[in-house]
């Protein structure tokens, strides 16, 4: 019955290549593409984590390069810095656009389009640029704009990023400040197409505003809610340039040091790339288990 069984599957597999095999050239460039640029440069980066790969060569080493990273203080404080830089301003970010967007959607249709463009066109600008931009927003000297902003209410000055224990705290507050466009249209979009009838039954039952907010928009928001956790925990997981531009690169004394940053400085200022891919590694498995999480917390099969 086995040996029957897998001719059987040759022949099926055979017919679903004969009727539909002509579309799969379409996704072959696209699909080529994902293979040379993407799978081939992951796949490359965890054989080098198991090599003493420098400019000049390497030597496979095994783990040694994680075993080399465990007992790392620097490595340990990127990726606590990384936790939490990804902890708050992830949330900040995810509460902040999901209230915009509450607020921007009892408006009209006009009003709609316009917040929307209003929030979403400062993403277009140079990543560099925005932090430049916060960089001189938290100066430590007195002209610094959030000096002269707490001096008007008797606080400050303080050091900002020239100080080890308020730098990533300087970090975090220029992220968080910063309202999510992205997040906010896409709320925005997907609050148009909720049902409205679970709203007018809410009416009908005396529900107030918040309360229809709470217990209908929320909920019908997990899927939107997921996708936008999951995508904010890899770009705050992904942090270089801002923190490369405010601080000068993780200092002062590694205070804002990140795992891009390290993984940066330790193969093109140092040129150990076995152990900086060893980093990389780490970062991925983090992120993975992390959207593994989030994806069984909040997955929902509600459809509307």
């Not at 979009?189 to 009908?204: F, I, N, Q, V």
């Amino acid at each position: 019955m086995i040996a029957t069984a897998a001719p059987r599957r040759r022949r099926s597999l055979a017919a679903v290549l004969r009727r539909y095999g002509w579309s799969y050239l379409f996704v072959f460039p696209t699909f080529s593409l994902f293979v040379v640029f993407t799978l081939l440069p992951v796949v490359q980066g965890l054989v080098l984590s198991l090599q003493n790969a420098r400019v000049t060569g390497g030597e496979f080493i095994g783990l040694a390069n994680f075993e080399a990273l465990a007992a790392d203080p620097v490595f340990i404080q990127a990726v606590g810095n990384t936790v939490l830089y990804a902890t708050v301003v992830v949330a900040a970010q995810i509460t902040l656009a999901l209230v915009v967007a509450s607020l921007i959607q009892p408006l009209g249709p006009r009003a709609h389009v316009f917040y929307r463009a209003l929030f979403y066109l400062p993403l277009v600008n140079s990543a560099i640029l925005v932090a430049m931009v916060w960089r001189w927003i938290f100066n430590a000297n007195p002209y610094g704009l959030a000096n002269t902003a707490l001096s008007t209410v008797g606080l400050g000055p303080y050091l900002w990023i020239g100080s080890s224990d308020q730098a990533l705290i300087a970090v975090i507050l220029s992220a968080v400040l910063t309202i999510p466009g992205g997040g906010v249209v896409l709320y925005s979009a997907a609050m148009g197409s909720l049902p409205r009838e679970l709203y007018e039954a809410a009416d009908l039952d005396g529900a107030s505003p918040f309360s229809k907010w709470r217990h209908i928009t929320v909920p019908l928001l997990r899927p939107t809610t997921l996708y936008l956790l999951v995508i904010y925990t890899i770009l705050a997981f992904q942090l270089f340039e801002r923190v490369y531009i405010m601080t000068n690169g993780g200092g002062p004394n590694n205070a804002t040091i990140t795992i891009v940053q390290l993984i940066y400085s330790t193969a093109f200022q140092f040129g150990r790339y076995g152990l900086a891919s060893a980093m990389a590694v780490v970062l991925f498995g983090m992120a993975l288990v992390v959207a593994v999480v989030q994806f069984r917390s909040l997955r929902s099969d509600v459809e509307y």
